[in-house]
């Protein structure tokens, strides 16, 4: 069974040429009924219009503006005026005909009894075509034709839809079909001024062969339509009838179909299975480390700023080549490493003041000049006492003492943005305090090389 899956109304003002179609090639021929043989002369030569026929007992028509008879002309014909939605062509078919008979109730007893009473009412008029190529099982379809009501038509309907069906229809009666559509217009199509978009997508079973188009039900609506002298029909003009492949839903308009998108709401690129590539790494952006930087598949799309084979985000150090047990810094010298542990107990103080000692300007001085060498270089000075004494008095000479050391350097050139201080107290002894010699290891300046951003 095939399901419809949606069905929508438009109305838009619409001039004589034809409208641009998303999706695959029209599998309706002759749509706009261009195509005929012979030309048309009246009514009821709809088998004018090359592949169209009825699909009962009723007789639909072909109106034209290339004839001579003007009873089926364009844009003035009996049932009023119109031009084409495209073309220079359209049919016409009667959805229904609201028939009536004398009410001889009246005409024998009553005031009360009205002059006239429904009688068939089931009169109804179909087109159909054969469809052009074999519809895919499962795959979605749209149909789309546009409808007008006739300026002398006096009733309007709901449900002016269009059906598949799978074998050419044949009936000899001229009433509504049983068969049910798979797209048509809940709305009651009153339009009379303009032209009227009727759509919707269908699920094909593989089996369809034919198009039908004109009113179905079930639980048709009418409307009074009465303009002057009352004909009782609701005559519909029609035009520009498509069926085409519908593409593959793609929300995020990217071409890549949902049902293959990794981001479906997300506009991005096929190769990257539909994500987006805000730098053009080649890395989807939510594998991306470095959405907005480029960088290779194997730094996860961050750059390597310096060359040291360490990505930029990872890399300590991103503008200077480094190791990766620095975490992307520069390794430290041995030099360097050996100076910075003699300074542990070679920088010394005068007893309980932050003076430094003058026999501690010799390590300080190569301090400097391993800052000056070393321009990447930041660091920080950290200072520690032994646990004699007041805790809150030695937590204050620890930080005096680190500051002490701070200013010498930047006194002998070294940028004060690249140093820091801190002192510790007694917090972080390394050595044993109950002995004369872990509390002298533990009476200290530390010196510990940075990399800051």
Same mark, same amino acid.
């Given at each position: 069974?095939?399901?419809?899956?949606?069905?929508?109304?438009?109305?838009? $003002?619409?001039?004589?040429?034809?409208?641009?179609?998303? &999706?695959?090639?029209?599998?309706?021929?002759?749509?706009?009924?261009?195509?005929? @043989?012979?030309?048309? /002369?009246? %009514?009821?030569?709809?088998?004018?219009?090359?592949?169209?026929?009825?699909?009962?007992?009723?007789?639909?028509?072909?109106?034209?503006?290339?004839?001579?008879?003007?009873?089926?002309?364009?844009?003035?014909?009996?049932?009023?005026?119109?031009?084409?939605?495209?073309?220079? @062509?359209?049919?016409?078919?009667?959805? %229904?005909?609201?028939?009536?008979?004398?009410?001889?109730?009246?005409?024998?007893?009553?005031?009360?009894?009205?002059?006239?009473?429904?009688?068939?009412?089931?009169?109804?008029? #179909?087109?159909?075509?054969?469809?052009?190529?074999p519809l895919t099982p499962g795959q979605k379809y749209d149909i789309s034709f546009w409808v007008k009501l006739a300026d002398k038509s006096d009733r309007a309907v709901n449900g002016i839809g269009a059906y598949c069906s799978p074998t050419q229809l044949a009936y000899n009666h001229r009433h509504h079909l049983a068969e049910l559509a798979d797209v048509k217009s809940d709305?009651? $199509?009153?339009?009379?001024?303009?032209?009227?978009?009727?759509?919707?997508?269908?699920?094909?079973?593989?089996?369809?062969?034919?198009?039908?188009?004109?009113?179905?039900?079930?639980?048709?609506?009418?409307?009074?339509?009465?303009?002057?002298?009352?004909?009782?029909?609701?005559? #519909? #003009?029609?035009? &520009?009838?498509?069926?085409?492949?519908?593409?593959?839903?793609?929300?995020?308009?990217?071409?890549?179909?949902?049902?293959?998108?990794? !981001? =479906?709401?997300?506009?991005?690129?096929?190769?990257?299975?539909?994500? =987006?590539?805000?730098? @053009?790494? *080649?890395?989807?952006?939510?594998?991306?480390?470095?959405?907005?930087?480029?960088?290779?598949?194997?730094?996860?799309?961050? =750059?390597?700023?310096?060359?040291?084979?360490?990505?930029?985000?990872?890399?300590? !150090?991103?503008?200077?080549?480094?190791?990766?047990?620095?975490?992307? !810094?520069?390794?430290?010298?041995?030099?360097?490493?050996? $100076?910075?542990?003699?300074?542990?107990? *070679?920088?010394?103080?005068?007893?309980?003041?932050?003076?430094? /000692?003058?026999?501690?300007?010799?390590?300080?001085?190569?301090?400097?000049?391993?800052?000056?060498?070393? =321009?990447?270089?930041?660091?920080?000075?950290?200072?520690?006492?032994?646990?004699?004494?007041?805790?809150?008095?030695?937590? /204050? $000479?620890?930080?005096?003492?680190?500051?002490?050391?701070?200013?010498?350097?930047?006194?002998?050139?070294?940028?004060?943005?690249?140093?820091?201080?801190?002192?510790?107290?007694?917090?972080?002894?390394?050595?044993?305090?109950?002995?004369?010699?872990?509390?002298?290891?533990?009476?200290?300046?530390?010196?510990?090389?940075?990399? %800051?951003?």
């Amino acid at each position: 069974m095939k399901v419809a899956l949606r069905f929508a109304l438009a109305s838009v $003002l619409v001039p004589s040429l034809a409208i641009a179609q998303e &999706g695959g090639p029209n599998l309706v021929n002759n749509g706009g009924f261009e195509s005929r @043989s012979p030309e048309v /002369k009246t %009514w009821d030569q709809l088998d004018q219009a090359s592949g169209w026929s009825n699909a009962n007992g009723g007789s639909a028509d072909v109106f034209s503006k290339m004839g001579t008879a003007k009873n089926v002309g364009i844009p003035d014909n009996d049932l009023g005026s119109s031009a084409a939605q495209e073309g220079e @062509s359209y049919a016409g078919f009667v959805a %229904w005909k609201d028939d009536m008979r004398p009410n001889f109730k009246r005409l024998m007893n009553g005031r009360d009894e009205k002059p006239f009473k429904a009688a068939w009412n089931q009169y109804s008029e #179909y087109i159909q075509t054969a469809i052009s190529a074999p519809l895919t099982p499962g795959q979605k379809y749209d149909i789309s034709f546009w409808v007008k009501l006739a300026d002398k038509s006096d009733r309007a309907v709901n449900g002016i839809g269009a059906y598949c069906s799978p074998t050419q229809l044949a009936y000899n009666h001229r009433h509504h079909l049983a068969e049910l559509a798979d797209v048509k217009s809940d709305a009651v $199509l009153d339009n009379k001024k303009d032209w009227v978009e009727v759509k919707g997508t269908f699920v094909a079973d593989g089996d369809e062969k034919f198009l039908v188009i004109g009113a179905f039900g079930p639980n048709m609506e009418k409307k009074s339509v009465i303009e002057g002298a009352d004909n009782q029909r609701a005559y #519909y #003009y029609i035009d &520009g009838i498509t069926l085409r492949l519908r593409p593959e839903d793609d929300r995020d308009k990217d071409g890549v179909p949902d049902k293959e998108d990794n !981001c =479906p709401d997300e506009a991005g690129v096929k190769a990257l299975g539909g994500c =987006p590539d805000r730098d @053009s790494d *080649g890395v989807a952006d939510k594998m991306d480390a470095c959405p907005e930087l480029a960088g290779p598949v194997n730094n996860q799309g961050c =750059p390597d700023s310096d060359g040291d084979g360490i990505a930029d985000n990872v890399d300590k !150090c991103p503008k200077v080549a480094g190791v990766p047990e620095m975490k992307g !810094c520069p390794a430290i010298k041995e030099e360097t490493k050996k $100076l910075f542990e003699k300074a542990l107990t *070679g920088i010394q103080f005068e007893t309980g003041s932050a003076v430094i /000692k003058k026999t501690s300007f010799p390590i300080l001085d190569q301090v400097v000049t391993v800052m000056n060498e070393n =321009p990447e270089y930041n660091l920080e000075i950290h200072g520690h006492t032994d646990s004699q004494g007041d805790d809150a008095k030695n937590l /204050k $000479l620890s930080d005096d003492r680190a500051a002490s050391v701070k200013k010498y350097l930047t006194d002998k050139g070294v940028g004060a943005a690249r140093l820091r201080s801190e002192g510790h107290g007694e917090t972080m002894p390394v050595a044993d305090n109950k002995t004369s010699a872990g509390r002298a290891k533990n009476r200290r300046v530390e010196f510990k090389v940075m990399f %800051w951003e």
